[in-house]
């Protein structure tokens, strides 16, 4: 089965920092952001158009939103995307006293609730002002709750398939985290440790769970996307790919069988530029013998 992992780069287009890929079902196209890049894009494997749109700030992720187009991350801000016209509406700023910091990663949990977290700028990939961030949640009324605070760079998050598990990763921490999660009240409880990054694994950023529940972590600077299965803490699985800038992941494709892997530029020298000429753009993985679920939509 290993051998029959096939990693292909499909969209050429070269992002800064390429994240948070979301799969629409609906469309069966690919929505990811460049965060510093400043734009939003939305790419089909059947067609291999591309469409973009820039936002005027950094973008720290774009997902669906129910009542239609998306709600993304534009510096501080939660902003109403309307695809259609390519304009940006402020629905709503977190960290108001931090001026400095940005929103980076989000993503809707199975009840439609909005979580996303904030970092402060970097002076350069990972290095920053540390514990300025928080990690927040937006109902579909727009009210926001904060969880908790003294985070690094806030990054991946997703749920077990049965819901009752929130993972989070706080990239400078090193480790992959859970919480105990209440959908009904955004609740999250009893923090713990399910992986710590290994040597060579760098830093991990953006993650997917899969339907068995098990965790696909982009390992920044590492070059790779490693499966860890969260009941045991085991790394079941590496997958290298062809730039050191692995940033997130999402399943998608007619049956979710597809992993699609982004990745950025920014902050590599010369002659790294040199050795990683693909570096910025999106992978495609296929052959993993496993299926990712269809993303949630923002119910706001
Ligand atoms: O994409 C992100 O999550 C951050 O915006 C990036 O800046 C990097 O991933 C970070 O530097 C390493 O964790
Ligand atoms: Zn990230």
Not at 210 to 224: E, K, Q, T
């Amino acid at each position: 089965m290993m051998s029959s992992v096939k990693v292909e780069c499909v969209v050429k287009e070269s992002c800064l920092i390429g994240e948070g890929p979301v799969w629409e079902e609906s469309e069966q196209t690919l929505l990811f952001v460049d965060i510093a890049g400043q734009k939003i894009h939305r790419w089909s494997p059947t067609t291999n158009h591309i469409q973009s749109m820039e936002t005027g700030a950094m973008v720290g992720f774009a997902v669906p939103r129910r009542s239609g187009g998306y709600v993304a991350a534009a510096g501080r801000s939660i902003v109403a995307v309307d695809w259609s016209s390519r304009t940006t509406s402020r629905l709503l700023e977190v960290d108001q006293e931090k001026p400095k910091n940005r929103l980076n990663d989000g993503k809707v949990d199975p009840t439609g609730r909005l979580l996303a977290g904030t970092m402060a700028l970097e002076e350069r990939p990972a290095v920053l002002e540390r514990k300025q961030g928080a990690l927040y949640s937006v109902t579909s009324d727009l009210s926001v709750t904060k969880h908790f605070d003294q985070v690094d760079i806030s990054n991946g998050l997703d749920w077990s398939p049965d819901e009752k598990v929130f993972f989070y990763i706080d990239s400078l921490a090193l480790s992959v985290d859970a919480f105990d999660y209440d959908t009904h009240t955004g609740d999250m409880s009893n923090r713990r440790v399910v992986y710590r990054m290994a040597e060579g694994e760098g830093l991990p950023d953006g993650m997917t769970v899969d339907v068995d529940g098990r965790l696909w972590v982009a390992c920044y600077s590492a070059g790779r996307v490693i499966c860890i299965d969260p009941e045991t803490g085991v790394r079941l699985q590496s997958v290298s790919l062809p730039v050191m800038k692995t940033t997130s992941c999402c399943f998608g494709g007619p049956d979710y069988s597809d992993l699609y892997v982004t990745s950025a530029s920014l902050g590599l020298d010369q002659s790294e530029s040199r050795q990683q000429p693909l570096a910025g753009a999106t992978f495609r993985v296929t052959g993993l013998g496993v299926k990712g679920r269809p993303s949630n939509s923002f119910a706001g």
